[in-house]
């Protein structure tokens, strides 16, 4: 019976100050928002699951994705990712360790604890930014057919993975940038790949090394390789080149991947940048003894739940776009 | 926060002499958590990768279990679900399970129905 009924004299029941099921008014109310706000993040991620069980034979394999670490060449798939998310568990741990402090009305520790918060989210949104900055810049580059599918390219011996500028040729000719100054009529034009279709394709054909990976799935559950002869074919398909991704065009895979990576930890990152000015504001107002004032360090412990949830959901992120 | 805590994880298992103590213990948890995930992500063990349950890679299931893991002890010990009362946690908790657990059956399966369309129908859909 405790867990429900307030246990105040009858007639302080309607004059406020009751606190149902034990939370106080602000802590319940971000209770109500982290609950709506997980269906929401819910939503996205099943949206996610959709998209992925719809293509289920040609979804895009996240390990060759992800695999750039910085100031490190080479493949990598997991740890950089790896790293964000113990940085965000980390800066959890320390806003745990702020609100406990706070709970002993320890001023000092709470204010480093604070700051200590603030540092690690920033860390995460920055290698965020990174790992959208790589993602969008792209690796190997590809082409895109009529049907609106990637064919990626692959050395036939080793079994390598090649990048356009590993095969194709450089062909002298007229198409230039398309820019304001040349036109009153001026439809906008985003940079050209760094090489044309032609010369793609005429590199393709010209070694016989190079064959093409479409997006199909094998029984292995790895991308198919086509042989040299159903490569040349596939080559008439082709309507454009396509490095890295955008919202249109993405050229690891299907489009939807590059959309829902963007949206979802986008989102994601949206949350974590605001967490952090509401980290800030509540910093300095340790730091300004609001809260020393007040009696009370509660507001630690709120801006903390929303803290704490941000890293929950990134937890799920984490395993449905890196490990899955 | 209420004002008694309770300072054990694992039905009182592992018990700690205070809340920080608890905190660290749980970050080595979940940090253990990660570094597995992260290991199995790696390594992707061949009996787990070709060897399906209701549909889905075993190594996939052990990816969400470990998550649904994880998410346990942020809930409960840093968010300290686990001090608050009986009622307020079922209702946090039973509400965000059952919405989702709906949302997730139903867009799933549908997604698996529109894959079969897909394949089977005669629909180009990749000319």
Redesign the interface.
Same mark, same amino acid.
């Given at each position: 019976m405790?867990?429900?009924v307030t246990t105040v004299a009858e007639e302080n029941v309607w004059d406020g100050g009751n606190k149902p099921?034990?939370?106080s008014y602000g802590k319940m109310m971000i209770?109500f928002f982290?609950?709506s706000d997980?269906?929401t993040f819910?939503?996205f991620l099943?949206?996610y699951?959709?998209?992925?069980?719809?293509?289920?034979?040609s979804w895009i394999i996240a390990?060759e994705v992800f695999t750039h670490v910085p100031f490190f060449h080479g493949s990598y798939?997991?740890?950089y990712v790896?790293f964000m998310?113990?940085i965000l568990?980390?800066s959890?741990?320390t806003?745990?360790?702020a609100?406990?402090a706070g709970?002993k009305m320890q001023k000092k520790k709470t204010t480093w604890y604070m700051f200590l918060t603030v540092l690690g989210g920033l860390i995460f949104i920055g290698s965020q930014a990174w790992e959208w900055a790589t993602f969008i810049k792209g690796d190997y580059g590809a082409l895109e057919?009529?049907?609106g599918?990637i064919i990626q390219f692959q050395a036939a011996d080793t079994g390598e993975r090649l990048a356009l500028k590993d095969f194709a040729k450089t062909i002298p000719s007229e198409r230039v940038n398309h820019e304001r100054r040349n036109g009153v009529w001026y439809y906008g034009e985003k940079e050209l790949p760094s090489y044309s279709l032609n010369e793609v394709i005429e590199g393709v054909k010209a070694d016989p090394n190079v064959v093409v990976r479409v997006e199909k799935l094998n029984e292995?559950?790895e991308k198919t390789v086509l042989s040299r002869e159903e490569s040349l074919k596939k080559l008439d398909?082709t309507v454009g080149v396509v490095e890295g991704a955008n919202l249109i065009h993405n050229e690891y895979g299907n489009r939807l991947f590059a959309d829902l990576f963007f949206f979802i930890t986008g989102f994601h990152g949206f949350h974590v940048s605001v967490g952090i000015i509401l980290n800030i504001i509540v910093f300095f107002n340790v730091l300004l003894g609001t809260y020393e004032k007040r009696g009370h360090y509660e507001m630690v412990?709120k801006v903390?739940?929303y803290w704490?949830?941000v890293?929950?959901v990134w937890?799920?992120v984490?395993?449905f776009f890196?490990?899955? | 926060?209420?004002e008694d805590q309770k300072l054990a994880i694992f039905r009182g298992y592992w018990k700690f002499k205070s809340?920080?103590h608890k905190?660290?213990g749980v970050?080595i948890l979940? $940090?253990l958590v990660?570094a597995v995930?992260?290991i199995l *992500?790696?390594i992707k063990p061949e009996v787990l +990768?070709?060897s399906h349950f209701l549909g889905m890679k075993w190594l996939?299931w052990i990816?969400?279990i470990?998550?649904i893991v994880?998410?346990y002890y942020?809930?409960w010990?840093?968010?300290?679900l686990r001090d608050?009362? $009986?009622?307020?946690r079922r209702?946090?908790v039973w509400? *965000?399970v059952f919405?989702?657990s709906y949302? +997730?059956f139903i867009?799933?399966f549908?997604?698996?129905y529109?894959?079969n369309v897909?394949?089977e129908g005669f629909i180009?859909?990749?000319?």
């Open positions: 405790d867990s429900t099921l034990g939370a209770w982290i609950v997980s269906l819910a939503g099943v949206t699951g959709f998209a992925r069980f719809k293509f289920a034979d390990d798939p997991m740890y790896a998310t113990f568990i980390m959890s741990v806003m745990v360790l609100v406990d709970h057919t009529k049907g599918r292995r559950g398909e412990e903390g739940l704490h949830f890293d929950l937890v799920f984490f395993t890196y490990l899955v | 926060m209420a809340n920080v905190i660290w970050l979940l $940090t990660t995930e992260v *992500g790696i +990768v070709h996939n990816f969400i470990l998550t994880k998410a942020i809930a010990d840093f968010m300290h608050e009362k $009986t009622s307020l209702i946090i509400t *965000g919405l989702i949302m +997730v867009l799933l549908e997604a698996d529109v894959h897909l394949k180009a859909w990749n000319f």
